[in-house]
Structure formats: C-alpha cells, structure tokens
C-alpha cells in the first residue's frame, strides 16, 4: 500500500511497555558500552533506543515496545523506513552485483544519476557521487577552491556541514571541532534567524537584509578581512541549527553577491532537500538555483548515497583519479537511490510533506500556548521546529527542558529530535509517508509531552 492510499484500520500506533530499556534491548546496550569506543551519543547516560525493526515510521525493540520516528532516524527516513520499492530494488541488485569499483560502472549508478538530475533545479547537470553528507560537502568545497584558485570559505552560524576533517571547520558549533582536534576554515557570518537576531528581536525582513549587507561587507569591502571568497555555503533552511526559515530575499542576494565575486554558492539541501520542506529542494521557495548543491539522508531510501549537483562549469576541471573512494560507485545503495527518487515521485510526497506540514503547524500552534514555554513554532513541510524559553521576554533557551520533553515523549514512544543554536529547539522530520492517524496520535503526545513538562 502506498502512503497515499486510503486506509480503512487505524495505523498501529505507539506501545511501551515501562520501563525501557527491557531484558532484550538491555544486553545489545551492556554488549555495546563493553566494546565500543567513547565518541557516538549511544555513550550517553540515556539509554539510546535498540531498533529490532524500522517499517515506515515506526521502530520496534527488540523487546516488542513501539515507538514513532518523529526524528526521521537523523532526518534520513524520508521516504519510511524499509520502503517496498527500495527492498525489491536492494533484493534484485545484491544478487547480481554489489560492489562495483568506481573506476568501473554499473547501470544503478548511471540510474541513479539520471534520476537526480531529472529532479534537480534547472541547469544543475552534473553528479559527482559520494556515502555520506559530510563527503558530499567535502567534494563541494574542494571543488570550488579548486575551480577558483582560492581558499576562504564563508559559512554560517548554526550551519551543520558534518563532521568528516574536511568540513567539521566549518561547523557554526565550535565544540564539533574542538573535541576532534581540527581548526576553523571558514570566515562566520550571522545566518538570518529573526527569532534569536544578534541585534535584537526585529522583523523577519529587516534581518534578511541586515544578514545579507554583512556578507556584502565581508566580500565587498577591501578591508573587511575576507576573501578573496572560493564559495559561500549555507542550508537554504538550517536543520541542525534549529530549523531555521531565511527570510525572502536572503538566498537571492547571496546569489548575486557570488556572481558579482566570482565565488561559487553551494546550498547544503542534505537535511532540507528531498522533498523535506514541501518543495522538491529547500531553495525552491525562492527560487533561487545555486552553482552546487549537496544531497544525502533520504535520497539513498535509507542507504548511503550521496552526491553533489551542478553546473558543468562548476563540475568539469578535474582530470581523472581527483575523485575516488572504494564504495563510491555501490550498486547496491545506488540501486536503492534510483528507487526513491522513484518514490517520491510516484506517491507525490513532495505535495505531501507540504500539505501535512501545514495542518502539524495549526495542530502545534493549536494546543501549545505561549505561556507553555514556546518561544516560536516554525517550519515548511515536515520540517519543524518548536523553540523552548524560560522566558518569553528575554528569549532565554531552555536546553533541559528539550532533554525532559524528549525523555517523555520517548516514554510514550515518540521520537523527537533535538537541534538549534542552544539545544533548545525540538524538531520534527517525521517520514513523508507517515500516516495521517499515527502523525496526529504523535503530536498529541508531543504537545502534551511540552505541556506536562512546563
Ligand atoms: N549537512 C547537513 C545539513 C546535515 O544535516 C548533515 C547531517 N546531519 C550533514 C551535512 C552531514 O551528513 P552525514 O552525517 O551524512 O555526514
């Protein structure tokens, strides 16, 4: 059954039986914290959910306990998990060729190309492959130092790029890079994020433009101490960072800015893009189309697949052997890519991420008051974020209280995630397709999860 099919039986929704983590999932914990090293957040002091199965939106332990992927497992389950299409495409393919070589080709990874770029803004034309995100960015930005013989990199506040050496210096969390050793590489500018503005609260188009004349100064201004700029690269919508909305005109200016540099504009659509936000990409609420895009989480239909999009001009200055890595070519994950793409057109989620993020919006403005401790609900598509303050006049963050409404919302079996500058914004990226029934049952259970934790 497609996601957009009637159905005529309520989806099943959340079941845990208290308390979590049962006998099952308690021994794959005690087994992982005696063998793995310190580092991923499955070593912190909650005990991180065991995931027996990933069907569409919900997550079963192994001890049977149910649970809503309101987080989209890192934003990446666009498409639900263990898609129909991508198991049939993953079954057929592994049998007769996984791994092929990048020196070699297969037909998944000229499908999978194909694919991309009939769904990408227009003029972006060409694909260089990569697993992850992080990949995905590093490709990106060694491509435009190396197009423009230059090095500076002016990046964002609150941006997330990953955390690979070659882009964790680009991080807006300073404390992604510090913990690993690595320096900053990039020039930071305030992303335009009305909410939290560094000049005080102001309208939504007064920091657009306050946000853009920064950067026009950093690449216009001799003096400014930046540049010559190789590219500028942003989230056309911040994810990490607490869903975060430019306002209109933003990416625009960015756009011209770069012409008139010379520098390549890279959108980072890794979390925003493929069809997150109700539009195909992020940018194309503007309109706005940029020199190279990266793309990864759902567009592998839960396999590792990632990529940048662009121009040729952008795209062919590198002789052969520049790009190589030994999975880079996985007819397997390619396989699955094509069939998501595949998906998302075919059960029109792009549409649907749009209509459902419209009605998750009133239904979250509808049963959180302002005295909840909500600072701002925002978002587009199933992309959102519900910003907690202690204070609604001073705006003061309220990380704890994201920590206890996550604890909850899990107790009831939601899962939420967790972002923005302070920790303090929690985020919805449910699935595209999650059911009609089970998305209100998890808002319910979210609203009074902030509600009873006030
Ligand atoms: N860019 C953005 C906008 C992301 O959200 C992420 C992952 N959260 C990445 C890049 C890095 O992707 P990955 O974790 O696959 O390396």
Redesign the pocket.
């Known amino acids: 059954m497609t996601a957009t099919e009637p159905r005529t039986e309520p989806a099943p929704g959340p079941a845990v039986a208290a308390p979590y983590p049962g006998p099952r999932a308690q021994r794959l914990i005690e087994r992982m914290r005696a063998i793995e090293g310190a580092g991923p957040r499955t070593g912190g002091s909650d005990p991180p959910l065991v995931v027996d199965t990933a069907l569409g939106s919900i997550l079963t332990d192994p001890d049977g306990n149910r649970f809503v992927d309101m987080a989209g497992s890192?934003?990446a389950a666009t498409i639900g998990h263990s898609h129909p299409a991508v198991v049939a495409a993953v079954r057929d393919q592994v049998g007769r060729a996984s791994h092929v070589s990048s020196a070699s080709l297969s037909e998944p990874r000229i499908a999978f190309e194909e694919a991309l770029v009939g769904i990408a803004p227009p003029g972006l034309d060409r694909v260089l492959l990569g697993m992850?995100?992080?990949?995905a960015?590093d490709t990106a930005v060694k491509l435009a130092r190396t197009l423009t013989g230059r090095h500076e990199v002016i990046a964002f506040s609150g941006g997330?790029?990953?955390?690979s050496t070659g882009v964790v210096g680009l991080s807006g969390k300073p404390r992604f890079r510090q913990s690993v050793g690595v320096e900053a590489d990039a020039h930071f500018l305030p992303y335009p994020y009305p909410y939290r503005w560094p000049l005080g609260r102001a309208d939504d188009a007064s920091v657009g433009e306050a946000a853009l004349g920064l950067v026009r100064h950093a690449m216009d201004d001799p003096a400014s101490g930046v540049g010559p700029v190789a590219a500028v690269i942003v989230?056309p919508i911040q994810?990490?960072g607490g869903i975060v909305v430019p306002p209109d005109g933003f990416l625009a200016g960015l756009r011209e800015l770069c012409d008139g540099h010379g520098a390549v504009l890279i959108f980072?659509e890794?979390?925003a893009g493929f069809g997150r936000t109700g539009r195909t990409w992020s940018s194309e609420h503007w309109g706005v189309v940029p020199d190279l895009m990266t793309v990864?989480?759902g567009v592998g239909g839960g396999l590792a697949v990632?990529a940048v999009v662009g121009r040729a001009a952008a795209m062919s200055h590198w002789a052969p052997g520049t790009h190589t890595s030994t999975f880079l070519g996985d007819a397997v994950n390619l396989a699955a890519g094509a069939a998501a793409i595949g998906v998302l057109r075919d059960e029109g989620l792009v549409e649907r991420s749009a209509a459902l993020g419209r009605r998750a919006l009133d239904t979250l403005a509808g049963g959180l008051a302002p005295d909840d401790g909500v600072g701002e609900i925002r978002g587009r598509g199933l992309f959102i974020g519900i910003e907690l303050v202690g204070d609604r006049a001073d705006r003061t963050p309220d990380p704890d209280r994201v920590a206890r409404v996550r604890r909850t919302a899990f107790a009831r079996g939601v899962v939420l995630g967790a972002g923005g500058h302070h920790e303090n914004v929690i985020k919805l990226c449910p699935p595209l397709t999650i059911e009609e029934d089970l998305l209100d049952t998890a808002l319910g259970i979210t609203i009074e999860s902030i509600r009873g934790t006030a």
Not at 132 to 135: F, N, P
Not at 160 to 163: D, E, F, K, M, V
């Open positions: 890192f934003a992850s995100g992080s990949d960015n997330y790029l990953g955390r989230e994810g990490n980072d890794i979390q990864g989480k990632s």
